[in-house]
């Protein structure tokens, strides 16, 4: 299977046509139509469902489209890592956070950085520690600021001096708003959101002790921003990290800390052995500078 043959397939996924995306990449219908047949023969799977009006997948074909996306965002980070390997730093840095307080460190971090390497931009985007890891494994992430627990027996990091505090986000008018903060008994019987990762449920069941055989749990969610949103409607209580809801409008998001306090660290990490770009590995440098001047 060539790199080619994948972008030729994914053009007529986009195209739902072969003669269409045979237009835009500049190629005969024929040839095409070829080069698909030769990639359905060799994996021996029909890919491609050829209707009277537009193309469709198969179950194979969706499973490959979703590889081939990934498969090419790779080749294209590559090659503009292999072009960053020049005297000049330029290119992009990617780096995944979850919605952390810890972030707050990081603006710095990057003008200090800009300063010295103008031609460098960042990709910034906010997801759970899991999905952060799981780009970072496959190449695509450089740098994760990620909520612990999280395994970093791949990783090199740095931990954060700051803490994550838990707490219970919820409408003004809510009842646990004019309480100073929120105990495992007062949330006993009403809709909870819960985090999503299964690592972060676990430090809360400790948390509720005897009360999580208590739990009315209406959601899950992965960030906090969404089942913020819930609690606003007075959908349910969010159990999350404050992360940016400090920023948040609180006439109409508040929150209360939990009680018995629950905090939480995080942490600044990249893979080991990770083959960098350029601007990347630069970044890494100046982090670790940047860390052990603050220690």
Request: overall charge negative; charged content about 25%.
């Amino acid at each position: 299977m060539e790199i080619r043959t994948l972008r030729y397939f994914l053009a007529v996924v986009r195209e739902e046509s072969i003669t269409r995306a045979a237009d835009v990449l500049h190629i005969t219908q024929p040839t095409l139509s070829r080069q698909l047949a030769q990639m359905e023969e060799e994996m021996g799977v029909r890919l491609l469902e050829r209707g009277t009006r537009k193309i469709s997948l198969t179950n194979e074909g969706l499973l490959l489209r979703r590889r081939a996306e990934e498969i090419l965002e790779l080749v294209d980070k590559t090659e503009k890592e292999l072009i960053e390997q020049e005297e000049a730093v330029e290119g992009t840095v990617t780096i995944g956070c979850g919605d952390l307080a810890a972030v707050q460190m990081l603006p710095d971090i990057f003008r200090t950085f800009h300063e010295r390497h103008p031609n460098v931009t960042f990709e910034l985007y906010t997801a759970t520690a899991d999905h952060v890891r799981e780009w970072m494994e496959r190449g695509l992430t450089d740098v994760g600021l990620l909520l612990e627990p999280v395994n970093m027996e791949k990783y090199d990091f740095i931990r954060m001096n700051r803490q994550e505090q838990w707490v219970v986000a919820m409408h003004p008018d809510s009842p646990l708003a004019a309480l100073p903060h929120v105990t495992p008994a007062d949330l006993r019987g009403l809709p909870l959101i819960l985090p999503r990762r299964l690592d972060v449920q676990s430090e809360l069941v400790h948390w509720f002790g005897d009360e999580y055989e208590n739990l009315n749990v209406m959601f899950t969610a992965n960030l906090p921003s969404n089942s913020s949103i819930m609690a606003y409607s007075k959908l349910a209580y969010s159990i999350v990290i404050l992360g940016s809801l400090a920023f948040w409008d609180p006439s109409k998001v508040t929150y209360r800390p939990l009680y018995p306090e629950l905090k939480a660290s995080s942490v600044l990490a990249w893979k080991r052995r990770q083959p960098f770009g350029l601007a990347a590995s630069k970044f890494i440098e100046h982090l670790k500078h940047a860390f052990q001047t603050e220690e």
